[in-house]
């Protein structure tokens, strides 16, 4: 289970690298200030909805990471359990 933790939050880094490279790449603001890219950032990225203010990549990368390995130890708790639950033996 620890394995499948480490997934969760490296695909919160990833998560977050990806969001960097598109708005580097982009070079405007291209998410608008409203909108479905906003959703989109809010919905994969909690930590975008916690201030206004800019925060530091890393601080963003490790809080990003952090919150994906927290919904991955629900996940996988709620998961083992009901994978023991439907055993008919």
Known sequence: ????IAIWATLGAL??????????ATLS????????????VYLTCPIAMAGRHPQGFYFVLITNAATYALAGVV???MRRYYLIRSDPK
Do not use: C, H, P, Q
């Not at 289970?1 to 499948?4: G, N, P, W």
């Open 1 to 4: 289970m620890k394995s499948r």
């Open 29 to 40: 603001n291209s998410l608008g200030t409203d909108g479905v890219g906003r959703a989109l």
């Open 75 to 77: 996940a996988e708790t």
């Open 15 to 24: 998560v977050v690298v990806a969001w960097r490279i598109y708005i580097s």
